[in-house]
């Protein structure tokens, strides 16, 4: 995913416009008692929002295991272990 810049900037977009909608109709909700139930509706949407946009993450997440495989079976992470002398006799 660290490779993917436009996810990054999309889901960074999408969470502020986020902030700036639920903060601007929650913002006078007070504190008294009748303020329970909109400050509960918000966190569950909040909540449920924030699943949406993890579960939407998950191909790009995928296509990064499948380049990590690719690179790891080529050699690109790791020690590269040399074979004692002796060893490298035997075909």
Known sequence: ???DLGYYWFRFGIYTALCLCLGTI???VGDDF????PRGNVLMFVVS?????AIGGFPSFVEDMKIFGRERLNGHYGKKKKKPLCY???P
Not at 34 to 37: K, L, Y
């Open 1 to 3: 995913m660290y490779r």
């Open 26 to 28: 929650f913002l006078n």
């Open 34 to 37: 009748g303020s329970i139930t």
């Open 49 to 53: 929002f924030m699943t949406f946009m």
């Open 88 to 90: 490298q006799q035997w």
